[in-house]
């Protein structure tokens, strides 16, 4: 047979490969997921929540831990069973205590120096100090010591508190991470994805690309934490799972709303997914390195546990990432119109459909639709967001006006805002033992009993430290470690223990340590050292207290630089960084009437605004980014006052229900019973919203369109000239291209 005669067999080879390609990405994403999904609930077992290993080397109070060493053994922190009975303890309770408490002794877990039951001096409490060691699980030596005191005799309460009580109850909290978090988050993605797609299938393969994601995550994450690369704790954990989740949903969001525009313009599926990757894969990885490098800012601060987050948040956003932009894709091209069923996009005949536009790849073909398709093909499908940008686009300058002043009064509350630190038994939500028995000891006994404050000072000086501690208001009792009555000296230095008034754990004995560091500080040559739980809150407090304050202005500049690169403009990204930041102000207010009105809680810690800041900037600047870099691409064609309306009228839709999805996955946070988590996924979840269905659909584009084609200053695309379409609105412009050529 002749050459000539030979049958073409390239268009079949190709067929092949459009279909081999997404077929080989899926199987090695179900590599993947199964190799590395597991690595999610494995998590707690490379996991802390001790705050003495988030302290940095250079706080008084690690210094202290480091030396105590020298006198006692720091591998145990004490758990205190604290029994009440009104009418008063009796010879029986006293007999149950020693019994269910002394049979314990030295077993796994457990020190064999159990003190003695001691009595109150009301005779109608008891307490034991335990010995908990920390070398192996806590939590699982309380939970025993828990249950032996189970059931005591009629009349009797006992609860397990201390630091030991606080470890367990801490652990118990955040057990329901890779549980019931991801149940919680799981089940709101689904149900809001399947009111936004009316599909049965699309909400779950997008869920799919999520799961992968975490399951790409948690393994890289584990393998750090368990080579000893960054400190892992509960909270990381938890913001991981729905940060990964989240993001990876907003980012699916995009791509497939732009896939299901393209659907209307070319009947290839394989075209379409080529088109809407190519449209999405600037916007979404501006989107993603925003985050990323927003939380990375996290690197500077000198609390390993915050600085930890950093790098698990940037690992949790670059597998979001990478499976939205190759899982995803691989899928829509497998399946094509059937993921949207049974409302599957119909093919919309213009003079740019094209069926197969493998070789177009100018500007129009990108969009899919020409200047005179726009109102029939893209504000038919999105009418409720063409009539909002048309409605701005008449009153831009009153809507703004009235827009800012709605923001501006929300954000007059924020100084009401109290975040300078709360108790370590106030963290909890719920009744807990730790915390019902922390409040039963402080009302028999000194509450600091059991877990003292320690002073290290040179001998010769341990006198004078003494009496200054013991003139310290708060402080209940001081005296030098001893053995056979001889002070303990170890390379010439003593160690002088203080029981405080307060509960250890209280701001109130926070406040009395730094009485007397004032006072022990001040004793010439005693170089005298304060240490212990309460020390160690402390420090993480004011630590806390010094990373937001440095960290916030970081994560300014960085979101600025990065917007002014994606931008080419700098007007663009102060005008939209200003207004994430008078969202975020917002929130803070709107939380403070909140958190201390009908919420009802005792304050914040100090991390909790900079978590919510880091991550309310950096993912609301994404709204904006999906926004604005949409308005860009439409300016540059059909100049800025179309473009605004062009890129409102085609993201609103997405944009809304990727914001309410991450608003809804971070408020599946407060289904752990912990106040930092529950204020920080409320922070989050209604800065986001604000973000999404104010600043985002009304306050940007009006500012915009008032301010016209000045908005992009000073890049060449400030300089066009627009002149408004009088019937959609749309602008015809004249200048230069970004191309270099001539428009009109």
């Known amino acids: 047979m002749a050459s000539s005669e030979m049958p073409d067999s390239r268009p079949s080879r190709r067929s092949f490969l459009r279909w081999l390609i997404p077929a080989l990405l899926i199987l090695v994403w179900l590599i993947i997921g199964g190799g590395l999904g597991p690595f999610a609930g494995k998590l707690a077992s490379v996991s802390t929540n001790d705050n003495t290993a988030f302290l940095p080397a250079s706080a008084e109070s690690t210094q202290v831990n480091d030396q105590l060493s020298r006198f006692q053994d720091t591998t145990e922190i004490p758990a205190i069973v604290i029994a009440v009975r009104d009418s008063g303890i009796t010879a029986a309770d006293r007999a149950y205590l020693t019994e269910q408490t002394q049979r314990l002794q030295d077993k796994e877990g457990f020190a064999s120096a159990f003190s003695p039951v001691i009595g109150s001096e009301d005779g109608k409490a008891a307490e034991v100090f335990i010995p908990i060691s920390t070398k192996g699980e806590p939590a699982d030596t309380v939970k025993t010591l828990r249950d032996s005191l189970a059931n005591p005799p009629n009349g009797l309460e006992v609860k397990v508190t201390g630091p030991a009580g606080q470890v367990a109850d801490l652990g118990e909290a955040f057990a329901g991470i890779d549980g019931l978090l991801l149940l919680v988050a799981g089940a709101v993605v689904v149900l809001i994805l399947v009111v936004v797609y009316r599909s049965p299938i699309l909400p779950f393969v997008v869920l799919i690309s999520a799961i992968f994601a975490l399951g790409l995550a948690s393994g890289a994450v584990y393998f750090a934490a368990d080579q000893g690369w960054l400190e892992l704790n509960g909270q990381s954990q938890g913001i991981l799972f729905i940060l990964v989740f989240g993001a990876a949903t907003d980012y699916a969001l995009l791509l497939v709303s732009r896939f299901r525009e393209e659907l209307m313009h070319t009947a290839d599926k394989y075209t379409a997914v080529r088109r809407a990757w190519r449209a999405t894969i600037e916007p979404v990885a501006a989107s993603a390195g925003t985050v990323i490098l927003g939380v990375l800012c996290l690197l500077f601060s000198d609390l390993n546990s915050n600085r930890s987050l950093g790098p698990v948040a940037a690992l949790g956003i670059v597998a979001s990432f990478l499976a939205s932009m190759t899982f995803l894709p691989a899928a829509l091209a497998l399946l094509g119109r059937a993921a949207f069923w049974p409302l599957r996009p119909h093919l919309v005949e213009t003079a740019e459909t094209n069926t197969d536009a493998d070789n177009t790849d100018t500007n129009n073909t990108k969009s899919g639709a020409t200047n005179a398709d726009f109102d029939d093909a893209t504000s038919n499908?999105?009418?409720?967001?063409?009539?909002?940008?048309?409605?701005?686009?008449?009153?831009?300058?009153?809507?703004?006006?009235?827009?800012?002043?709605?923001?501006?009064?929300?954000?007059?509350f924020a100084p009401m805002f109290k975040a300078d630190g709360i108790a370590q038994t106030d963290f909890f939500l719920g009744d807990v033992d730790s915390v019902a028995g922390a409040q039963l000891q402080a009302q028999h006994f000194d509450a600091g009993a059991g877990t003292p404050t320690w002073i290290l000072t040179r001998a010769d000086r341990a006198d004078e430290v003494v009496a200054a501690t013991r003139g310290v208001d708060g402080v209940a009792q001081v005296s030098v470690l001893s053995s056979n009555g001889e002070p303990v000296v170890r390379d010439g230095e003593v160690a002088v223990q203080a029981t405080l008034s307060d509960n250890a754990e209280s701001l109130a004995a926070q406040d009395t340590v730094e009485r007397i560091r004032a006072k022990?500080?001040?004793?010439?040559?005693?170089?005298?050292?304060?240490?212990?739980?309460?020390?160690?809150?402390?420090?993480?407090?004011?630590?806390?207290?010094?990373?937001?304050?440095?960290?916030?202005?970081?994560?300014?500049?960085?979101?600025?630089?990065v917007l002014i690169l994606l931008l080419r403009s700098i007007l663009a990204p102060v005008l939209l960084l200003a207004t994430t930041v008078l969202s975020f102000a917002t929130t803070l207010g709107v939380a403070a009437l909140l958190f201390n009105g009908p919420f009802g809680f005792p304050g914040a810690d100090p991390v909790v605004p900079l978590f919510a800041f880091v991550f309310l900037v950096a993912l609301g600047i994404d709204y904006n980014i999906f926004l604005m870099t949409r308005v860009r691409e439409e300016s540059i064609r059909h100049g800025t006052r179309a473009g605004i309306i062009r890129g409102l009228t085609s993201t609103g839709g997405v944009i809304t229900s990727a914001g309410v999805v991450l608003a809804a996955t971070f408020a599946a946070l407060a289904v752990i019973p912990l106040l930092f988590l529950a204020q920080v996924a409320f922070l989050v979840a209604f800065g986001v919203l604000v973000d999404t269905l104010i600043v985002r659909t009304l306050l940007v584009p009006a500012l915009s369109l008032d301010i016209g084609s000045r908005i992009w200053w000073p890049s060449s695309l400030s300089h066009k000239r627009s002149e408004p379409d009088e019937d959609s609105g749309n602008s015809v412009v004249t200048g230069t291209s970004a191309a270099g050529g001539s428009v009109s």
């Open 520 to 561: 022990v500080h001040a004793i010439s040559g005693a170089d005298a050292k304060v240490g212990g739980t309460t020390a160690v809150d402390l420090d993480t407090r004011t630590t806390a207290i010094h990373d937001r304050n440095l960290i916030i202005p970081i994560v300014l500049i960085v979101v600025l630089a």
């Open 381 to 412: 499908t999105h009418r409720f967001w063409y009539a909002i940008a048309q409605w701005v686009a008449t009153r831009p300058r009153t809507v703004w006006i009235a827009t800012l002043i709605l923001l501006v009064i929300g954000a007059s």
